[in-house]
């Protein structure tokens, strides 16, 4: 008797636990974008302190299949089909590298609370040109034929230094114009004026292996500010506009030709962004001597910020002043924030409300 019930238990178990168990490994299957987990902590993540350079110059996780180059690609935990998402397409600067970029910006710590997923690729020559645009639009390509167009609430073009001024080349062009809903310069550029810190820039004065023993070492003079592009000021297309930068860089003017664009109202200050902990990255290699204007070590901050309120058609313009910072102090976590709060705020759906169409991807 006493075994009879206990072989009727453990059949019954045994039923219940053939029942669960697809329902249980359907549970547990990572979500899964072009070959990446969504689930699993960002790969080649800095630690909070101490960042080494085997891994900022990781060069991706991902292959762009029509080119082989790679980029790295992070997505949102739980992801699944379906699920309505913000693209970013995240440019470095030139000499850098795609995960130096990834660590800098590091849009990955924020990349579950605002669905985002998130393009950071790399060029070859460490400076982008147009020999990589076709790289970058297939990049958009295939990640938009992967979550598919309809569900693509805005896309946001961001770019540090250099990367910045390729997003100001690119964004007008008959590629990205109706694709980008929104513009994040990193140090790259402000439409607008902007008068410079005069705390020393470019390189911060040879790198300590270049400099002769004894000899005063003098800081390069500041870079001058890109001459002004033919057109209308931004391009002859519509987009909102972050601005960012170190305040030992420069100071942006007060007017904004974007703003007057979009009939906001006037500047106005925001509450201040501060910041107890650090970024993740800088440039080790400008600071001996360095310069406040290149950037120091990572340290805590305050970013002061400003809003044109009250623009057009769910535009956004915003400046975001990080004080006594400089070029290459990697973002905190509270302005990283920020910065992707005020692009989520703006109007977005070029390309889920637009006529194309992302070409089939190439076959492995």
């Known amino acids: 008797m006493i075994a009879r019930r206990w072989l009727k238990k453990a059949a019954c178990a045994a039923l219940l636990a053939a029942v669960a168990a697809p329902a249980w490994a359907q549970q547990a299957a990572p979500s899964m974008l072009l070959g990446t987990n969504c689930d699993a902590p960002p790969i080649w993540h800095c630690p909070d302190t101490g960042c080494e350079g085997a891994v900022t110059t990781q060069p991706g996780n991902?292959?762009?299949?029509?080119?082989?180059?790679?980029?790295?690609?992070?997505c949102p935990a739980g992801y699944k089909p379906g699920d309505k998402v913000t693209l970013v397409l995240s440019l470095h600067g030139a000499g850098s590298y795609a995960n130096w970029q990834r660590?800098?910006?590091?849009?990955?710590?924020?990349?579950?609370k605002y669905k985002l997923v998130i393009m950071t690729p790399g060029s070859p020559t460490r400076t982008w040109s147009a020999a990589d645009d076709v790289y970058l639009q297939n990049i958009v390509d295939s990640v938009v034929g992967a979550v598919g167009k309809q569900n693509v609430e805005r896309f946001i073009l961001a770019g540090h230094s250099q990367g910045g001024m390729t997003s100001n080349r690119i964004i007008c062009s008959d590629y990205f114009k109706d694709k980008v809903d929104v513009r994040i310069s990193l140090s790259g550029g402000r439409v607008g004026p902007a008068e410079w810190a005069g705390r020393g820039f470019a390189n911060g004065g040879a790198p300590v292996w270049q400099q002769v023993p004894g000899q005063p070492q003098t800081p390069p003079a500041p870079r001058l500010p890109a001459a002004a592009t033919s057109g209308p000021p931004g391009g002859a297309c519509d987009y909102s506009f972050i601005f960012t930068n170190g305040e030992y860089e420069m100071i942006p003017g007060e007017a904004s030709p974007l703003a007057d664009k979009f009939g906001c109202g006037?500047?106005?200050k925001e509450e201040d962004v501060t910041d107890p902990k650090a970024g993740y990255v800088w440039d080790a290699t400008r600071q001996d001597p360095g310069t406040d204007g290149w950037g120091?070590?990572?340290?805590?901050?305050?970013?002061?910020?400003?809003?044109?309120?009250?623009?057009?058609?769910?535009?956004v313009v915003a400046d975001v002043i990080r004080l006594q910072k400089g070029h290459t102090e990697g973002l905190e976590p509270n302005v990283t924030d920020k910065l992707i709060g005020l692009a989520v705020?703006?109007?977005?759906?070029?390309?889920?409300?637009?006529?194309?169409?992302?070409p089939a991807p190439p076959a492995n």
Do not use: H, Q
């Open 62 to 74: 991902t292959v762009e299949m029509k080119s082989r180059r790679t980029y790295f690609l992070d």
């Open 296 to 315: 120091r070590y990572p340290r805590s901050g305050r970013a002061v910020v400003y809003t044109y309120p009250g623009c057009k058609d769910g535009r």
């Open 345 to 358: 705020s703006a109007k977005g759906g070029k390309i889920a409300n637009g006529s194309w169409t992302p």
């Open 103 to 112: 660590n800098y910006a590091p849009f990955f710590d924020v990349k579950d």
């Open 266 to 268: 006037p500047r106005r």
